[in-house]
């Protein structure tokens, strides 16, 4: 009886760590991209940047009387 009970004791701890294993960690980090420098990506970045302000902007004059 006592092999019984650690055999199921053994296999519930393998296949816990396999369970574990097999989760994959979702990362909220961006992709790297090494083909542009920082010089471009910060360019890149500034003009979305600029785009969205202008979007901004226009949304408040239609709501309040700037």
Known sequence: MEKLICLCILFIVISSFSFAQQTKTVSSYG???QELSFEQIKTERLK????RAVEHKALLNTQFDL
Do not use: C, H, T
């Open 31 to 33: 992709p790297i991209n």
């Open 48 to 51: 979305v940047k600029a785009d």
